[in-house]
T-cell receptor, first 113, second 112 residues
Framework: GDSVTQMEGPVTLSEEAFLTINCTYTATGYPSLFWYVQYPGEGLQLLLKATKADDKGSNKGFEATYRKETTSFHLEKGSVQVSDSAVYFCALREAGGADGLTFGKGTHLIIQP | GAVVSQHPSWVICKSGTSVKIECRSLDFQATTMFWYRQFPKQSLMLMATSNEGSKATYEQGVEKDKFLINHASLTLSTLTVTSAHPEDSSFYIC????????FGPGTRLLVL
């Protein structure tokens, strides 16, 4: 079945550091890929998405590129802020399947001033 | 943006009792809602897909008689954990689909 693997946390960085959170997936066909963010005490929010190979999703300074050859969708940001501290989930939705998402375990990101 | 609420946000109950969790889309209508379950330090696992006016579709391994889902209106889906046991203690999250999937804040269930 489908699966998503993302790097274990917590990841602790200093403000203005470069961020990479790795995400790889296993799926049949051509899934859509997503990054969700969960701030403390809030529900999951869609951060960005990509629906086909080589697509780049971007939002709020975050980027991720759909790499089919490496089955990856790594999340990056050039300069993180304290307000980026949250839990980040990589997820996929099977192409042509039900709309339920398959999630990774989540990566807790802590940004220190 | 679209808002999804859940009620209650946390609940403690005795083993053998039933617990109902509500999921509401506050500013949009959702023909499809989803229920997920999350164990500590684990992924969100899709439990079932809830379609308004029809029976829910359960994922493999999820007991439909244990987790009753009702989606009676376009803004409300409920999950009832029947005869709850300590192993049902978990974090339950719903989402509702508009143009994208919007998630509720989750309900933490503790069964004693």
């Amino acid at each position: 079945g489908d699966s998503v693997t993302q790097m274990e946390g917590p990841v602790t960085l200093s403000e203005e550091a470069f961020l990479t959170i790795n995400c790889t997936y296993t799926a049949t066909g051509y899934p859509s890929l997503f990054w969700y963010v969960q701030y403390p005490g809030e529900g999951l929010q869609l951060l960005l998405k990509a629906t086909k190979a080589d697509d780049k999703g971007s939002n709020k300074g975050f980027e991720a590129t759909y790499r089919k050859e490496t089955t990856s969708f790594h999340l990056e940001k050039g300069s993180v802020q304290v307000s980026d501290s949250a839990v980040y989930f990589c997820a996929l939705r099977e192409a042509g399947g039900a709309d339920g998402l398959t999630f990774g375990k989540g990566t807790h990101l802590i940004i220190q001033p | 943006g679209a808002v999804v609420s859940q009620h209650p946000s946390w609940v403690i109950c005795k083993s053998g009792t039933s617990v109902k969790i509500e999921c509401r889309s506050l500013d949009f209508q959702a023909t499809t809602m989803f229920w997920y379950r999350q164990f500590p330090k684990q992924s969100l696992m899709l439990m079932a897909t809830s379609n308004e006016g029809s029976k829910a579709t359960y994922e493999q391994g999820v007991e439909k008689d244990k987790f009753l889902i009702n989606h009676a209106s376009l803004t409300l889906s409920t999950l009832t954990v029947t005869s709850a046991h300590p192993e049902d203690s978990s974090f339950y999250i719903c989402s509702a689909r508009d143009r994208a999937q919007y998630f509720g804040p989750g309900t933490r269930l503790l069964v004693l």
